[in-house]
């Protein structure tokens, strides 16, 4: 079967770790058409922009996309491109899994971990105000449509996976009425999952749980700040944000991308590790209905790097991100 995907490069290593992506997975033999388009800072100067609408016709034509990092600049009046996507497109639903992989260096072993971020209330909603000049306000929504939305994602998710547990994370100790409402909306969903256990913890002694006994959880879903904070931890449990792969999806929409920045200080001097972006190709080729290629492109960058003779510096070596790709693509 033929799919059309939306390709974008981004800022900093970005294009390099899409060449790496695109050679990799071209390398399953899965049928793919790359519609490849500019966005971000290489773009700004000429459409006034770092979205240009023709990124969200792109997307909304091929439904699926994958991005390198995109550099958003601080204080400027220019808004994220990651933000602006997940609004435009409806993209509710935040996919990180935290996978421990043999030969990247960690403290822990065994994690197997996947966060369910709620991608479009909460405080990055971005509802803010001066009050007075001493004073700002952020407002923070929840609803519970949304976050039954989003907790029938994570049920879902992890019936298909074969999961055995969704924690929900929120501070609804503090805030009541806000997170209070996520934990309700949660447990009316939970009911209709009887085969999954279902718990709940509070965001800080989550924090500590998953450094103390990772082990111990699963599927984590929570709201959008709560998400955005929990992802880096677990990213950190297995070596870093190099082999952190993201997914953005909604209904219609789906867009993968490394959960990393653009590292503009390494663009161009092929360095940088594109195993966050691989694998998050991984979970598009899944998403795509492609499992077959996708379980053989993660067993194959899995072996790359448990090998380590042609890996990054990053990872322990001194290969290139280009050789790198190319290891794992001949390893298929």
């Given at each position: 079967m033929k799919?059309?995907?939306?390709?974008?490069?981004?800022?900093?290593?970005?294009?390099?770790l899409?060449?790496?992506?695109?050679?990799v997975?071209?390398?399953?033999?899965?049928?793919?058409v790359?519609d490849?388009?500019?966005?971000?800072?290489?773009?700004?100067?000429?459409y006034?922009?770092?979205l240009?609408?023709?990124?969200?016709d792109?997307?909304?034509?091929?439904?699926?996309a994958?991005?390198?990092?995109?550099?958003t600049?601080?204080?400027s009046?220019?808004?994220?491109?990651?933000?602006?996507?997940?609004?435009e497109?409806?993209l509710?639903?935040?996919?990180r899994?935290?996978?421990?992989?043999?030969?990247?260096?960690?403290?822990y072993?065994?994690?197997?971990?996947?966060?369910?971020?709620?991608n479009?209330?909460d405080l990055?909603?971005?509802?803010?105000?001066?009050?007075d000049?001493?004073?700002?306000?952020?407002?923070?929504?929840?609803?519970?449509?949304?976050?039954?939305?989003?907790?029938?994602?994570?049920?879902?998710?992890?019936?298909?996976e074969g999961r055995?547990?969704?924690?929900?994370?929120?501070?609804?100790?503090?805030?009541?009425?806000?997170d209070?409402?996520?934990y309700e909306a949660?447990?009316e969903?939970?009911?209709?999952?009887?085969?999954?256990?279902?718990?709940?913890?509070?965001?800080?002694?989550?924090?500590?749980?998953?450094?103390?006994?990772?082990?111990d959880?699963?599927?984590?879903v929570?709201?959008?700040?709560?998400?955005?904070?929990?992802?880096d931890?677990?990213?950190?449990?297995?070596?870093g944000?190099?082999v952190?792969p993201?997914a953005?999806?909604?209904?219609?929409y789906a867009?993968?991308e490394?959960?990393?920045?653009?590292?503009?200080?390494?663009?161009?001097?092929?360095?940088a590790?594109p195993?966050?972006m691989?694998?998050s190709?991984v979970?598009m080729l899944?998403?795509?209905g492609?499992?077959?290629?996708?379980?053989?492109l993660?067993?194959?960058?899995?072996d790359?790097i448990?090998?380590?003779?042609?890996v990054t510096?990053?990872?322990?070596?001194?290969?290139?991100t280009?050789?790198?790709?190319?290891?794992?693509a001949?390893?298929?």
């Amino acid at each position: 079967m033929k799919h059309r995907v939306t390709l974008i490069p981004g800022d900093g290593i970005g294009p390099e770790l899409s060449a790496a992506t695109k050679l990799v997975v071209e390398a399953t033999g899965v049928d793919i058409v790359w519609d490849e388009v500019a966005a971000g800072e290489t773009v700004m100067a000429k459409y006034n922009t770092s979205l240009p609408d023709y990124v969200l016709d792109s997307i909304k034509e091929n439904k699926v996309a994958i991005k390198g990092p995109i550099t958003t600049p601080i204080g400027s009046g220019f808004r994220s491109v990651n933000v602006a996507l997940r609004k435009e497109l409806g993209l509710y639903a935040c996919l990180r899994p935290s996978v421990s992989m043999e030969g990247v260096k960690s403290r822990y072993q065994n994690i197997d971990l996947v966060i369910v971020r709620e991608n479009t209330e909460d405080l990055y909603a971005g509802n803010e105000r001066m009050i007075d000049e001493d004073t700002a306000e952020s407002i923070k929504v929840i609803t519970r449509g949304a976050s039954k939305k989003i907790a029938k994602f994570a049920f879902d998710y992890a019936k298909t996976e074969g999961r055995r547990k969704v924690t929900s994370v929120t501070k609804a100790n503090i805030m009541k009425y806000t997170d209070g409402l996520f934990y309700e909306a949660c447990r009316e969903v939970a009911k209709g999952y009887p085969t999954i256990e279902y718990d709940e913890h509070l965001i800080d002694a989550m924090c500590m749980q998953l450094v103390l006994k990772p082990g111990d959880y699963d599927v984590m879903v929570m709201p959008n700040l709560y998400g955005d904070i929990l992802s880096d931890l677990c990213a950190g449990l297995i070596g870093g944000l190099g082999v952190a792969p993201g997914a953005n999806i909604g209904d219609e929409y789906a867009v993968f991308e490394p959960v990393h920045g653009s590292a503009p200080k390494y663009a161009g001097l092929n360095k940088a590790n594109p195993t966050a972006m691989i694998l998050s190709a991984v979970l598009m080729l899944k998403h795509l209905g492609e499992k077959e290629a996708a379980d053989k492109l993660h067993k194959a960058t899995a072996d790359v790097i448990a090998k380590g003779s042609t890996v990054t510096y990053d990872l322990g070596g001194s290969s290139g991100t280009s050789e790198f790709a190319k290891a794992i693509a001949a390893k298929m």
